[in-house]
């Protein structure tokens, strides 16, 4: 049963943007602070953005003022924008609920040069 499906990645070049969807079931968001991971090749799974069920946000220092997080209420979706993106961003971008208890199938997003 598939909780959690994300869209959106991709690949885009230095200084680009990409955003990234996460849809989940209605009861996991309502009750849950949703979240997004990130692992690069070779390297451990990181947590990228979080937000709480009331809005409150935080980042890892490697993005706070490039990416974004958010959550539709209505639509039950979190949202990861990324903005002026760089090739230390390229990894798989997996959507969380919980701390986490719940994963999503990942994203590939890769930045080029």
């Known amino acids: 049963q598939v909780q959690l499906v994300e869209s959106g990645g991709g690949l885009v070049q230095t200084g680009g943007s990409l955003r990234l969807s996460c849809a989940a079931s209605?009861?996991?968001?309502?009750?849950?602070?949703m979240g997004w991971y990130r692992q690069a090749p070779g390297k451990e799974r990181e947590l990228v953005a979080r937000?709480?069920?009331?809005?409150?946000?935080n980042y890892a220092e490697s993005v706070k003022g490039r990416f974004t997080i958010s959550r539709d209420n209505a639509k039950n979706t979190v949202y990861l924008q990324m903005n002026s993106l760089r090739p230390e961003d390229t990894a798989v971008y997996y959507c969380?609920?919980?701390?986490?208890?719940?994963w999503g199938q990942g994203t590939q997003v890769t930045v080029s040069p």
């Open positions: 969380i609920a919980g701390y986490p208890a719940y």
């Open positions: 209605r009861v996991i968001f309502r009750f849950n602070d």
């Open positions: 937000i709480t069920t009331g809005g409150l946000t």
